[in-house]
């Protein structure tokens, strides 16, 4: 499969991005190698387009969002296809994402009709009852949306579609990794009615991505990805909008009067989803000493049931990670882990890119398996006799995304989602459950903007006031 329909045709003096297979290795296809020196040109046409956006109708946006939906629907197979062979992600997991990359579409339809302003009752406050308006929510203008490979087709759609619905314009740069899901969805886009220059494809390098991200014209920036990079992007975009999702290092809390067999099997899923290579996954389970063992027993055993290795099989539980090296990176993580006290219940056994899923406890707390996201299908247990003691050991890491606790005490539950410090507190359910209409983002450092259809479409448009002064007699 050749990608090469981003407006910018190989020719002979143009380097190429081959994607890869994380299984195999095979090639799945190609893209453009841009050079930095085209981020210039990408603009200019973004600048062009966002004048067409903007003068699209609300009902047009909703039109072209909804018609986009259907046909992404009929050919959810081969978007799940291309998902598992470009990502890695089990046939299973990817026909998930397509559907939810059908829901994100509709609800950014459903933004572009609903949320376009609010009357201001200006005569509520004195010296202003002879004044009456509203305001409208206006686009920002060039947005520029960098997206991740582990969630290749939704994580675009939650940046594309509020941006479409909102009037913007967008210079979308997909990862290097799994760019082509995201290049089908443009071209789906396109067939659905979406003008020309709408929103151009960026396919290159970091040098390219650092060029878009300090052009001047850019009113925003949307990044889903690494704290280093994230960092990188604040220092050099300017003055412009950031919007970014950095990644968490997920807690979930197991009270002794849970449903323990519910709250295994969630966690299990929940660590283990896209080979662990998911922002919400859990990486750490706080468990209450009076079912600790039980607990360990039936998640160490279920961890082994998991069927690894081919993600286009049907019955695969856990794929490839996207690379062999990040799977070396995390074996060596591991090890580390290990050197320094901790012990391997289950797992770091690696073949090329697939990567066992692992168990340990006993972890120091100052490990990066403590400390850092690992983004790998690695889980540390770790004994706790209270829940206060669980809560206080859950907020150690300096950020965060999602949090879960199993317990059938209401009190309990409600004391965690008021203290737990992080984006979203599922309850009797594993950290990694995400809708996509509600907000999403991170807690405490690198916390900056919200996704979830609404939410980012808020971010992604400015109000305009409009105030009228009653000069009649």
Request: charged fraction near 25%.
């Amino acid at each position: 499969m050749n990608m090469n329909n981003v407006a910018f045709p190989v020719t002979a003096s143009h380097s190429v991005i081959t994607v890869n297979n994380p299984f195999d290795g095979t090639q799945v296809g190609t893209v453009v190698n841009m050079p930095a020196e085209r981020a210039e040109s990408l603009i200019d046409i973004a600048r062009d387009g966002a004048k067409v956006a903007r003068a699209l109708p609300r009902h047009e946006r909703a039109r072209i969002l909804e018609t986009c939906a259907v046909l992404v629907e009929r050919d959810k197979e081969a978007f799940a296809a291309l998902i598992v062979d470009e990502a890695g992600k089990t046939l299973k997991q990817a026909q998930k994402e397509v559907l939810r990359c059908v829901n994100t579409l509709k609800l950014s339809a459903d933004e572009a009709r609903r949320n376009g302003g609010e009357v201001v009752p200006f005569d509520s406050y004195v010296g202003s009852e002879g004044r009456q308006g509203w305001f409208t929510r206006e686009p920002l203008g060039v947005i520029v949306a960098i997206t991740p490979y582990n969630d290749p087709l939704n994580l675009v759609a939650h940046k594309l579609g509020p941006a479409i619905a909102g009037g913007n314009s967008v210079v979308l740069k997909p990862s290097e990794l799994a760019p082509l899901s995201a290049i089908k969805l443009v071209d789906y886009l396109n067939i659905a009615g979406l003008p020309p220059n709408v929103i151009s494809i960026a396919t290159g390098g970091p040098a390219l991505g650092e060029a878009l991200v300090s052009a001047r014209d850019v009113r925003m920036i949307s990044f889903t990805g690494g704290f280093v990079t994230g960092e990188k992007i604040a220092r050099t975009a300017g003055l412009k909008k950031l919007a970014m999702d950095l990644g968490g290092n997920a807690p979930v809390i197991v009270m002794d009067d849970c449903d323990l067999e519910d709250a295994v099997e969630s966690c299990v899923s929940g660590a283990y989803w896209a080979a662990g290579q998911n922002c919400i996954g859990t990486q750490r389970i706080l468990v209450h000493a009076r079912i600790y063992d039980a607990f360990r027993e039936r998640f160490v055993a279920l961890t082994q049931a998991l069927k690894v290795g081919n993600p286009a099989l049907p019955d695969t539980d856990v794929g490839p990670m996207i690379t062999t090296q990040a799977a070396r990176r995390t074996e060596d993580i591991v090890s580390d882990a290990i050197r320094q006290g901790a012990k391997l219940l289950c797992g770091n056994v690696r073949d090329d890119s697939v990567y066992a899923p692992t168990v340990l406890e006993n972890v120091s707390f100052h490990c990066d398996l403590w400390t850092q996201e690992i983004f790998s299908p690695v889980v540390v247990l770790q004994k706790i006799d209270s829940i206060d003691e669980a809560l206080d050991l859950a907020n150690l890491p300096a950020y965060s995304l999602h949090a879960g606790i199993f317990t059938r005490d209401l009190e309990i539950a409600l004391k965690a989602a008021d203290r737990l410090e992080a984006g979203g507190v599922m309850i009797n359910d594993s950290s990694d459950y995400r809708f996509d209409a509600m907000p999403f983002g991170g807690f405490k450092y690198g916390s900056l903007g919200r996704e979830g259809v609404r939410f980012a479409y808020e971010d992604m448009t400015q109000p305009k006031v409009v105030c009228i002064r009653k000069t009649g007699r």
